[in-house]
């Protein structure tokens, strides 16, 4: 205990890091603020309706989840980044199969800054076509009361406040990311999954009281086994697969060079969570389509949370996702061409296409279980719900929520231990190393 209280004191004597500390908790203030700023012509006493549509039903409680409770109190965040994550996934897919976007990526920090103009530009579209949408679920879930100005001139006066909102904490996400603390749109996302854990464990608790016997002891059992589901989960984002590589002894003048055995950490889940956030943004287009009435046809199925089709196709979505996203970016040839220039093999294992040939197996074998245990994780909160525990605390079980924010705390701890161990203070860990991410 009192090595992390030490711990906590040297991060504060570091004033570059507790700048960053500072600057990143004031604008996460701000866009906290901001998610309980109603949209202008909207009657705030009258959002009973939206808000238990959010808490009942499966996919609009994730995404009210993840905009911080914005979605559900009609606030000016409340799209939240969701469309600038799917804009991002459709750039870098882009960057795959399109010419012209994979010499951007070759360009280095100029084909990057295009990657971003051309993700803000897609990010607006695609606010276009869902900020309509989120304003057809309020006048079909909101009395007309509520509605203080009507007509065409509040449909267009309130989707322009929706795509501002987004587009300013795309804004407060930049500014993180350059002056503050972590990677800023994952920090986004993750503050508002914690936000809505308080309401979600008093609902959870509110619930379990109702009931006449056990419902003390049930909570606790459920709080247990939501520890391990978190233990399991950082056990699957940290989990990797060491590739030892031995480099070749090289003399310049005096001093020796190579001669040293390293090591390739292939990572069981190298995806992280794109997976599970590809495959929610396909299951949400028929919901989307029938304007947010999940009781007709496709939708009725894919709508149904706790169905047993939605979580199969879900489940099998995540599977293979898991192994394309991984396809994407692992490249094997790639790394030994890297290894073969630097004078490094794996022992047993001639350089160039066996060695690639021996890492693309390697990755195969251990995306298989990655994938399953990713697809379990991704459908753990269905399984809770169906056990009779509260919608909105179900979807800490598992899914994206629990993956982000298991991987977004795993990076921020290990760019602060990085401050530390710059200037020599202790890390986080007993180890005085966190093992590190390479990404959500």
Not at 74 to 87: E, K, N, W
Not at 225 to 238: E, G, H, K, N, R
Request: aromatic share 12%.
């Amino acid at each position: 205990m009192k090595k992390l209280i030490d711990t906590i004191k040297n991060i504060f004597k570091i004033e570059e890091l507790r700048k960053r500390i500072v600057y990143t908790v004031l604008l996460i203030l701000v866009y906290r603020l901001g998610c309980f700023i109603v949209v202008p012509g909207i009657d705030p006493t009258q959002l009973d309706a939206l808000q238990t549509q959010a808490e009942n039903n499966g996919l609009l409680g994730l995404l009210n989840m993840f905009s911080g409770g914005a979605f559900s109190n009609a606030s000016i965040f409340a799209l939240g980044v969701m469309p600038y994550i799917s804009a991002s996934i459709v750039i870098q897919l882009m960057g795959i199969m399109v010419p012209y976007f994979q010499r951007m990526q070759r360009e280095g920090e100029s084909g990057r800054r295009k990657m971003n103009q051309w993700t803000r530009y897609l990010t607006i579209v695609i606010l276009a076509l869902q900020g309509p949408a989120y304003l057809t679920n309020l006048h079909a879930q909101l009395p007309e009361t509520a509605f203080l100005i009507k007509g065409f001139s509040f449909n267009f006066f309130a989707t322009i406040v929706l795509i501002g909102g987004t587009m300013f904490i795309m804004w407060l996400g930049e500014r993180i990311t350059d002056r503050g603390l972590g990677n800023g749109i994952s920090l986004i996302i993750m503050i508002g999954i914690i936000a809505r854990l308080p309401y979600a464990l008093a609902a959870e608790f509110g619930t379990k009281m109702n009931q006449t016997t056990g419902s003390f002891l049930m909570l606790i059992v459920e709080l247990i086994i939501l520890f391990f589901v978190f233990v399991a989960t950082i056990a699957l984002v940290q989990g990797t697969r060491k590739i030892p590589v031995q480099y070749a002894k090289r003399i310049i003048g005096n001093k020796q060079y190579g001669g040293v055995r390293q090591y390739i950490p292939l990572k069981i889940n190298a995806a992280g969570v794109m997976p599970i956030i590809f495959a929610q943004a396909l299951m949400l287009f028929p919901l989307i389509f029938a304007s947010f009435d999940a009781t007709r046809g496709l939708a009725a199925t894919l709508g149904n949370y706790t169905g047993f089709w939605y979580n199969f196709i879900f489940g099998f979505m995540v599977v293979a996702f898991t192994y394309f996203y991984t396809a994407v970016t692992v490249n094997p040839t790639m790394m030994a061409e890297d290894m073969k220039k630097n004078g490094g093999f794996i022992p047993g294992i001639k350089p160039g296409k066996k060695t690639a040939d021996y890492l693309d197996s390697v990755m195969s074998r251990i995306t298989l279980p990655g994938s399953f245990f990713l697809a379990i994780i991704a459908i753990l909160p269905a399984f809770a719900m169906k056990l009779g525990v509260n919608n909105q605390f179900a979807h800490f079980y598992g899914g994206t929520s629990l993956l982000i924010l298991v991987g977004v705390v795993l990076d921020t701890l290990q760019q602060i231990e990085s401050y530390l161990l710059m200037r020599h203070y202790d890390g986080l860990m007993k180890t005085g190393r966190l093992k590190g991410r390479t990404g959500m």
